[in-house]
């Protein structure tokens, strides 16, 4: 009932906001303001483009129209009226239009000057709203009805919460969702870089994030290559024919960079990799005997997002998925499902995830464009994974019209710190595209048949996967997947030798370690290594050159002198192989 409450406050400070604009801004067309989980927004057309400079006055006018005691009051109209009332703004009469010709049109006005279209409910009068906390939170683009064919309007978002304790608590939630931000953290560290002139989306891995990816890369294949998958390589693009046989070309074209014509032939960047291996599949006979066949590759895909959905690598135009297909009898799908979660999980406990949930996700049967394949295929595949996830006894729940557009799937989702709902791993189930590429192999009885493919990701995309693990250690990654892993540093640079000499038997021992051998102090070298979240710091003086030894400085304040420099590789090379 508190958050049903919050719910009608939010909305009626909605109406608030729109009124004290189109006082301040009379030229502004109102398009639609709801109430969303931490406030409240309103997409305005108006030929003012609103800055932060402007909310300390709309914040004002709107304390004014709370302070003034102006009613809510509902009031129920014909279309006609309503067409009337809305005559200069086309938004509202596009909304208005959808509507029965018999339609009866809710209205709310607020005080004598101010009319919005509105099913309610509200409060009745602003002295309700006294105690609300608002602030504002920022101004976005937005295309009108998130149709990105339509003209692109301006978002108003402000945060609002019926308690000023729990605006308070938000706000540092915020705060420290900027601190742990992956664009923020990445940057810092050296990991990823953008640039306008290379273009909006396309990451560039620094020598830090290149080092990630190789450790994140060489972990997961490893992995894969003791469980039986045979790793292969296949080309960024493919040819429309391809696409044509996979449906691709027909349900996934907005999503995909613009075809490329040479000689006649048509070719595209590829958003994903199942096409390939079907053609791998296919360029050989297959026995029964040699199913499951579990084909798996690190590849880079391109997908067109727009520009207002990209996110740092979160959600970027290109981006390397660990992906893997599994071809398989139909009476093998249950244990190589069963072995890709219990390998997500695995994968899991390497990194020490707990908070995850698992969502069984559907096709939406109204929606005929977005899905192929016949309705047999979809229940037979959709119950098949129900029914896998019922005897794992995994805490799953349904999603519909989350599945991909040829077959439902499992995917994992997670929370990421600064609360993104972001899926990390992915199972599929997929009974379509074999059937359009015509796959087989030999069965027990000699006769031709139809494998199953399971399309599944471990890591997902490596991009989101880093994001996500930016945002959880705040850029503090363990030991075994730190870029750095040691420092070495001098007090003067007469230590310089005896740096070199450790540098050479640590990367001896393939741990990565930098020396630092700048003449500046100690403790300016030290805030530098710290900033940049390197696990431990190796710092050795007159003392340590002559005894052979070093000191240490680990990143959880930990301070150690008079250590042999075997027993710290010693130490290392356990917290590595234990993934502390």
């Known amino acids: 009932m508190e958050e049903e409450k919050q719910s009608i406050m939010r909305h009626g400070m909605a109406h608030v906001l729109a009124k004290a604009i189109m006082q301040l801004y009379p030229e502004t067309k109102l398009t639609i303001g709801p109430a969303i989980d931490n406030g409240f927004y309103y997409d305005v057309d108006s ?46 009469l596009e909304i208005i239009n959808e509507l029965a010709p018999d339609a009866t049109i809710s209205l709310y006005y607020l005080g004598d000057d101010f009319v919005d279209l509105c099913r309610g409910p509200h409060v009745e009068n602003t002295k309700y709203l006294r105690g609300f906390a608002y602030k504002f939170n920022r101004v976005s683009g937005a295309y009108w009805r998130g149709n990105e064919k339509n003209k692109m309007i301006q978002r108003i978002y402000f945060y609002g919460f019926a308690d000023k304790k729990d605006l308070k608590q938000h706000l540092a939630m915020i705060e420290e969702a900027k601190e742990r931000d992956h664009r ?13 002139v290379v273009g909006k989306g396309l990451p560039m891995w ?84 040699d199913l499951p066949l579990r084909i798996a590759e690190v590849a880079n895909d391109f997908r067109f997002e727009a520009s207002g959905n990209l996110t740092g690598i979160e959600r970027a135009r290109c981006f390397t998925q660990n992906d893997s297909h599994i071809f398989c009898r139909p009476d093998q799908i249950e244990q190589e499902i069963k072995g890709v979660i219990d390998l997500i ?85 997929d009974y379509q595209l074999p059937e359009k590429f015509e796959l087989e192999y030999i069965d027990e009885k000699s006769q031709k048949a139809r494998p199953i493919v399971i399309h599944r990701a471990i890591l997902g995309s490596l991009d989101r996967f880093i994001a996500f ?62 900033k940049m979240k390197i696990p431990y710091l190796v710092i050795v003086g007159d003392e340590e050159q002559t005894n052979k030894t070093i000191s240490i400085r680990g990143r959880g304040f930990e301070n150690q002198s008079g250590l042999k420099l075997s027993e710290f590789i010693d130490r290392l090379k356990k917290e590595v192989n234990e993934k502390k």
């Open 47 to 92: 030929t003012h483009i609103f800055v932060e400079e402007d909310f300390a006055e709309i914040e004002k006018k709107m304390a004014e129209i709370i302070a003034s005691n102006q009613d809510f009051v509902r009031k129920e109209i014909s279309k006609k009226e309503a067409l009337d009332l809305f005559a200069g703004n086309e938004y509202k």
């Open 184 to 196: 923020k953290v990445g940057k810092e560290l050296g990991i990823f870089m953008f640039s306008d």
């Open 206 to 289: 620094l020598p830090n994030g290149f080092t990630l990816r190789r450790v994140l890369q060489d972990y997961i294949t490893n992995k894969e290559i003791a469980l039986g998958y045979k790793h292969v390589a296949t080309p960024s693009l493919g040819s429309k024919e391809l696409y044509l046989t996979s449906g691709h070309w027909d349900h996934y074209q907005d999503d995909m960079f613009p075809a490329m014509i040479r000689e006649n032939e048509t070719y595209v960047l590829r958003p994903m990799n199942c096409p390939h291996h079907m053609m791998i599949y296919k360029n050989f006979m297959h026995s029964y005997k």
């Open 345 to 429: 999980l695995d994968v899991y406990k390497d990194f020490g995830f707990k908070d995850y949930t698992f969502r069984l996700s559907l096709r939406d049967p109204e929606d005929k464009e977005k899905y192929f394949g016949n309705d047999l295929l979809w229940e037979k595949s959709e119950n098949a994974l129900r029914n896998i996830l019922n005897k794992s006894g995994a805490n799953y729940y349904e999603a519909k019209g989350e599945a991909a557009f040829y077959g439902p799937k499992i995917d994992v989702q997670v929370k990421s710190a600064i609360g993104h709902d972001i899926t990390l791993s992915t199972v599929q189930l």
């Open 469 to 530: 693990l930016l945002e959880e250690t705040k850029g503090a990654l363990p030991v075994w997947l730190a870029p750095v892993q040691v420092k070495v540093m001098g007090i003067t640079d007469a230590n310089n030798e005896y740096i070199r000499a450790i540098v050479s038997q640590l990367a001896l021992e393939g741990i990565r370690c930098e020396a630092d051998e700048r003449s500046e102090k100690i403790g300016y070298k030290i805030r530098e290594a710290t």
